[in-house]
């Protein structure tokens, strides 16, 4: 078989855990695999390398910054290399360039647009391991970029795809996938496996396991990943198509995620491409927006003149800046006022079998009512529905589903 | 002008001087000059790079060194190139391998072949500030490799051939080259201009100032070099071709070395290759060999038998490998008895005009003989007498030859 096993930052933190990662590398390599590592930065140095640049400039140019940052897994490469042979273990490092990660040159957040493995190939027929610095490539000027946050497990995606590898093994500090939080939710259960299509959903919703990117890419061509802890032997879960299995049970897992707030533009006129001109105006500004919501007014002072509130939520951090825009331009699109809530968590629901099975929102808002927890704002796609509610009732949600849909109980 | 800055690792070692360079550049640039800068590590990188590596294996291969090193050089620019942006400056920097810097596949200690500089022509052209990180290249594979101690002179030189630039400076935490090291000697001076020649011999006896092969590679080319201090605005020593002025004088400099360690070989077979297998059998061990000696042995006992005395000086950190070898094969090639002694110090005088002026040596053992210093062992070359005395007369026989040929005097 032909392995990538790509391990995170913190599995790679200290020289100690370097060797372990070393020794769980040559022992599939010893169980008759070709084995390609791909590994983040040491655990702590990619914060050094930006506290350095920001030290320097308050908004570094995202070229400069890649130069800096991809040092970090530059050094972790090296340092892999180094303990696979005092393992007596053959080896060769390669840094994304030398591994043919090609990029568009968007710096900081790099898109991987062709990979040529020519030299990782040679080297594994001679028999060697090869480690790949992970969350970086180069652009057609021969510059360095780095392929943005969660970078590595799209690195170790892309390798898979072009060495057309088996297995893609992601190595993190959790055992794998679970149906929500377990620091919220005790009975959380650990997944054996999930759809890609969750995955992301999951990855959007705030599960940090795995970057959205790299799941696209994994989806696109077919590659099977194993999310699996990496100091323990124990099996992960499998990221991977969907099937008749999964699909027995209407909800796979819940999420939640309290760095949105919700903005609201209070009786706006009713008239085509208004929501346009508002949306537009946030995307302008470089502002995420998540849930879109607009509700026709019908109080009693404005009903005949068709007026409609209009609600959207962004992240946190956007939200000041957000409502100043709104308040500048909110009346240019005839708006009465802006309201905010910075106060909100927005709980969901995941899962390939929402498309085949009924009464999923019925059950779930069921389950909120009966603990007193009131809805601001719903929104569904195929395979997920999002309620935004009180902050404070967050946590109470995610235990009131967990256990209103019995997520802890393995698939029968 | 075309201007070659180099900063060493002591004058980027903070944020705060990165910004200090930053601003010399910049205002060499603002006097209308073309610049180009390299930079070292900051002071402290590459010893805990390296700490790190020998943590992990305690003779790291020297590839995989590379790629840890390098990095060291790759934050220093990105740092400087952020600085000059801070400051409004526009600026591009590059890594070894983008800045055209080509070199064989000797890791560690490559050396150069060839240096494509068109990346940097063209954003010299678009007037931007260019920096490039020292001290690596690439190789024919694409591997990161590195020159070796003082590479990052090499790439200044390197690139001030390539870009044909009217002026290669190298600042150091010192203001320029001395007659002597001013620790030792109170009114050791400052020079204003020394030659290549004279500057590699100082390099080679000791003073570290400036790597040899970059001394030399400037030398090829006829690059001049401004030796001077990163922190001050004052002229320091330029290196250029030797001239009638530096003539004038039969000394222009004396060095001190306590780094190396006699070993002598007792009646040994005074017949022709007796010497050269000495000497290969050092030199097969990886040991460089400085001084050597051969001593015909008159004492009566063996004054028939055509016996000899043979004596050569090693580094010091190689000395107790050297005892051992010699003890154990000194037999075959016939010697009664091996000696040796690490409590020795090599005093040189160094100048071009020794070609010209007689009685140079004469002078040296009188100043010396005259504090009552014994020689050991003599050694000359064209521009060079060195002797090699007890280690605790070292500094004292600095002081005495730098008064005997009063070098505290500029030439008149």
Redo the contacts between chains.
């Keep these: 078989m032909r392995v990538i096993q790509k391990y995170g930052g913190s599995s790679v933190a200290t020289?100690d855990l370097?060797?372990g990662v070393a020794k769980r590398a040559i022992s599939a390599k010893n169980e008759g695999h070709e084995v390609v590592v791909v590994l983040s930065a040491m655990k702590g140095e990619t914060d050094r390398?930006l506290h350095?640049?920001h030290?320097?400039?308050?908004d570094?140019?995202p070229r400069?910054?890649d130069?800096?940052l991809?040092?970090g897994e530059?050094?972790s490469?090296?340092?892999f290399?180094?303990?696979c042979?005092?393992m007596g273990e053959k080896v060769k490092?390669f840094?994304g360039?030398?591994a043919g990660v090609k990029t568009d040159d968007i710096h900081g957040r790099a898109r991987v647009t062709d990979l040529d493995p020519a030299?990782i190939r040679t080297e594994l027929a001679k028999g060697r391991v090869v480690c790949v610095a992970g969350f970086q490539g180069v652009d057609r000027h021969?510059?360095?970029t780095t392929l943005g946050r969660g970078g590595s497990d799209t690195t170790a995606v892309a390798l898979a795809i072009a060495l057309k590898a088996d297995l893609c093994e992601i190595f993190t500090d959790v055992d794998g996938i679970y149906t929500t939080d377990p620091h919220i939710c005790s009975n959380a259960r650990k997944m054996d496996r999930i759809s890609y299509e969750e995955m992301l959903e999951l990855a959007s919703l705030g599960a940090k396991v795995m970057e959205i990117r790299s799941v696209e890419l994994a989806m696109n061509y077919g590659v099977q990943i194993h999310v699996r802890h990496a100091h323990s032997q124990a099996t992960g879960t499998l990221i991977l198509k969907e099937d008749s299995e999964m699909e027995k049970t209407p909800v796979r897992g819940v999420t939640l995620s309290v760095n949105e707030a919700r903005v609201t533009l209070l009786k706006v006129p009713d008239q085509p491409g208004v929501a346009a001109r508002i949306i537009s105006l946030v995307a302008k500004a470089g502002i995420v927006v998540d849930m879109i919501i607009q509700n026709r007014s019908f109080s009693a002072d404005h009903a005949s003149t068709k007026l409609t509130d209009f609600s959207f939520t962004v992240p946190l951090t956007d939200y000041p800046k957000t409502i100043e825009l709104m308040e500048a331009t909110g009346h240019e699109i005839g708006a009465e006022s802006v309201l905010g809530d910075d106060n909100i968590a927005k709980v969901s629901l995941v899962g390939v079998g929402m498309r085949n099975h009924a009464g999923v929102a019925s059950l779930m808002f069921q389950a909120l009512a009966k603990e007193n927890i009131n809805l601001s704002m719903i929104s569904t796609s195929e395979i997920k529905i999002s309620c935004v509610i009180e902050k404070k009732y967050g946590e109470l949600a995610v235990r009131a589903l967990h256990d209103a849909f019995e997520l802890d109980k393995p698939i029968a």
Tied chains: 1, 2.
Excluded: K, Y
């Design positions: 020289i370097i060797r390398l350095l640049a030290s320097m400039h308050p570094p140019e400069e910054m130069n800096i991809s040092t530059q050094v490469i090296g340092l290399a180094l303990a042979q005092a490092s840094l360039f030398q030299r021969g510059d360095i």
